[in-house]
């Protein structure tokens, strides 16, 4: 008599067997103090489990499973590690192994003192200092404009508005109130300048790498905002996950308090985006759509497409593989400086040398004050400011050849002079702009400085007590305070230089910050994004702004032939729609930056500025259809043909 199983049961006996041949194989390949560790939950693992924890037994981290019960007892708890383990050695190029390893070597590196550029002989890199609106700036921004039809954009978005005092995201974050629009807005619009530029079918593509905290709040921003006007398909998201975090100067993992069953996380550091970028493939296929140049910068810095295109222009000019858009810094600042190095070798690196580094550095090779300023009243080592552009094809031989792993680095805090234990876990870091280390000596490696900080990097990091204390050091606010009213001044120093007439600041004092308050204005992108569209869109001999004014434009297609200005104005034109402001003389009661009363409600947009606005009366011209127009037509406020002009009243 034929005997038969059902599926169920054939399952079930599979399985058996297959959890025979793993405790089988398990026990052939775990020593006998290796099983006897796991305590009888050999039944629980996959083959794969097996092989990575006899890994990371013999790599000294019995502690993860030396607490484990015997089989029946917190089962769940015992998969959940598994899972997060597994999870761990696969987002990790090499594996825990490799992360161990490289721990374990970091951390002797750290205690013994080790200088990472001991024997390497410091000199002044080479690069280009522009000046704001500059002849040399503005040839450079012509022709970066041009390369920008052949560029690709990465954004670094990983972190939280916490440390700002911002619930959200912080590409949510309104750049200014005049305008009101966020920071990926901003910096989608700014791209889509450029794409227009280039040609009608154009698409310049756009990465953001997110973390676990800001992936599906990135994800939502773009899909209620539609992408802001990129097509479907256009930006593409990359998330970056954790990595382990280390006990002790041996590299133990540090497991969570209160739960022997999870491993502590941390962020790797802003250095995953070329790890990320090579994994997803994205990189080889902008290469193949004959992408030259990528462009990389950082969530909160609203002024970085003032001076990318100029940055584009000195890349293609010298050849650069790598560039670093810089500030100037004081010596000795607390901002890493630029610098080329000799190595013992004869070979050469230009890489960023933090600050504590840099002034040790340089009074062993010859420079007996150390970091010191130069003729200009700065360091000649310019300021590193993270935000690059690297040439595709130098960038891709590299990423190919290290899988996008980029040197790291191990920062604990120790609780005693021994450096062997941490007040708290600390985990492996890298940084991008740590990528010369993985290209060739023969790569040329440069800088563009813009001699103007205000015109070039104001982010916004601080929360308002931090940027005084920031400020009080003799150190900027980067306060979101700050990172407003720098875009009002660099607007109106922008139309200053084509010969318009605007006011000069005003001191002001906000969340306990002395500033200039210029009067407010802003304008997209695609309005104008260089020097030279603001030059043929605006009659600067015709452009009168008076002081406490607002101007806010949105669209491609305005024109200021003639205006002046003393209140608040909003123009805006939808695509299709070309406006021109001929011979409008406006004054109305317009728009107050007002200091906030603390004893008063308040926004978080508007706490961590200090100041809330007050629109109390407003000329808005909202030009819909598409079609030619010229306000005013007549003694009106208020034109026909689908344009809607009214005159819009607000009180405080």
């Known amino acids: 008599m034929e005997a038969f199983l059902t599926r169920q049961e054939l399952l079930a006996t599979q399985a058996h067997r297959k959890r025979a041949r793993i405790m089988t194989t398990s026990l052939a390949e775990l020593s006998a103090e290796q099983a006897a560790l796991l305590n009888g939950n050999i039944a629980l693992l996959e083959y794969k489990d097996i092989k990575l924890i006899k890994e990371l037994l013999e790599l000294d981290q019995q502690h993860v499973f030396q607490s484990w019960p015997p089989p029946g007892e917190a089962d769940d708890d015992k998969r959940r590690l598994l899972e997060q383990v597994r999870f761990l050695d696969a987002n990790y190029s090499g594996g825990l192994a490799a992360y161990i390893g490289s721990a374990k070597r970091l951390l002797e590196e750290s205690r013994t003192g080790k200088n990472t550029f001991e024997g390497c ?23 970066g404009a041009e390369e920008a039809g052949s560029a690709a954009f990465v954004l670094v978005a990983g972190g939280l508005g916490e440390r700002l005092g911002y619930s959200g995201i912080k590409l949510a974050l309104p750049a200014d109130l005049a305008r009101g629009a966020c920071f990926l807005q901003l ?16 698409q310049l593509p756009l990465a953001i790498m997110t973390s676990g905290d800001t992936h599906a709040r990135t994800e939502a921003l773009l899909a209620e905002h539609a992408n802001f006007g990129m097509a479907p398909g256009q930006i593409t998201l990359l998330k970056q996950e954790k990595v382990a975090c280390l006990a002790d100067g041996d590299a133990h993992l540090a497991l969570e308090k209160g739960d022997a069953y999870a491993v502590q996380t941390k962020p790797h550091g802003h250095g995953d985006v070329h790890a990320l970028l090579h994994a997803s493939g994205l990189l080889k296929q902008w290469l193949a759509r004959g992408t030259r140049w990528v462009c990389f910068f950082q969530d909160t810095n609203a002024l970085v497409f003032r001076a990318l295109p100029a940055a584009l222009g000195v890349s293609a000019r010298h050849g650069y593989d790598m560039n670093s858009l810089a500030v100037p810094r004081k010596a000795k600042e607390a901002i890493g400086g630029i610098a080329a190095l000799r190595r013992p070798d004869g070979s050469s690196l230009t890489i960023n040398v933090e600050y504590n580094l840099l002034d040790p550095l340089l009074r062993a090779n010859g420079y007996p004050d150390g970091d010191v300023n130069d003729e200009t009243g700065q360091s000649p080592f310019p300021g590193n400011i993270n935000q690059l552009v690297l040439k595709v094809e130098s960038y891709a031989e590299a990423l190919g050849r290290t899988g996008g792993v980029i040197a790291e680095f191990v920062n604990p805090k120790y609780a005693d002079a021994s450096k062997t234990v941490f007040k708290s876990a600390t985990r492996l870091e890298c940084m991008m702009q740590d990528f010369p280390y993985e290209l060739p000596a023969t790569a040329r490696v440069g800088f563009t400085t813009v001699n103007q900080v205000w015109a070039a990097y104001s982010p916004v990091k601080n929360s308002p007590a931090d940027a005084r204390a920031k400020v009080a050091a003799g150190n900027p606010s980067h306060s979101a305070t700050a990172g407003e009213l720098d875009i009002y001044q660099a607007n109106c120093r922008t139309l200053q230089q084509l010969g318009a007439s605007i006011a000069e600041p005003t001191p002001r004092e906000f969340n306990g910050l002395h500033l200039d308050l210029w009067p407010r204005v802003s304008w997209s992108p695609l309005f104008a994004i260089t020097f030279d569209d603001v030059e043929a869109k605006v009659n ?6 008076a002081a406490d004014s607002a101007l806010v434009i949105t669209g491609a297609g305005v024109r200021l032939e003639a205006l002046d200005l003393d209140g608040a104005l909003v123009v805006a034109a939808s695509p299709g729609a070309h406006v021109t402001v001929d011979g409008l003389v406006l004054k109305n009661a317009g728009w107050k930056w007002q200091a906030l009363n603390p004893g008063k409600p308040m926004t978080e947009e508007q706490a961590i500025r200090g100041f809330l606005v007050c629109k109390r009366e407003t000329l808005r011209l909202d030009f819909d259809k598409a079609g030619r127009y010229t306000f005013p037509e007549s003694s009106e406020p208020a034109t026909s043909n689908g344009s809607a002009a009214a005159k819009e009243l607000a009180t405080a």
Do not use: C, H, T, W
């Not at 410091?122 to 450079?140: I, Q």
């Not at 910096?187 to 154009?202: G, K, T």
């Not at 600067?540 to 702004?545: C, E, G, K, P, V």
């Open 540 to 545: 600067a001999a015709r452009l009168r702004i």
């Open 121 to 143: 002989v410091p000199s002044v890199p080479e690069g280009e200092r522009l000046d704001f609106g500059g002849p040399a700036f503005r040839e450079y921004e012509r022709a």
């Open 187 to 202: 910096y989608v619009e700014s791209i889509l300048a450029l794409q227009a530029r280039a040609a009608p079918d154009a």
